[in-house]
């Protein structure tokens, strides 16, 4: 992790070391999680997210409806 600094124009530069660890050459993608930000090769986080996916159903965890306690009540 490392604080990136904005240019004139509000972008940021990502440091080659990091792109290098990534992976990330032409394209990235930019995930959101909460007050962080991770940046992806896409590849690999298409085949994360199928991992995770599939972790999940292997534990059976499931996410409430909206409105719902979560009890199951």
Known sequence: SQ????D???????PEG???HAGI???AAF???GPTLQI?????LARHKVEARQRARDKRLTI?????S???R
């Open 31 to 33: 995930v959101g999680l």
């Open 18 to 20: 990091f792109r290098r």
């Open 25 to 27: 050459t032409d394209r």
């Open 64 to 68: 409430p409806a909206p409105g719902s």
């Open 40 to 44: 992806w090769q896409p590849a690999r």
């Open 3 to 6: 604080q990136l600094t904005f």
């Open 8 to 14: 004139s124009t509000g972008r940021v530069q990502l």
């Open 70 to 72: 979560g009890s199951g």
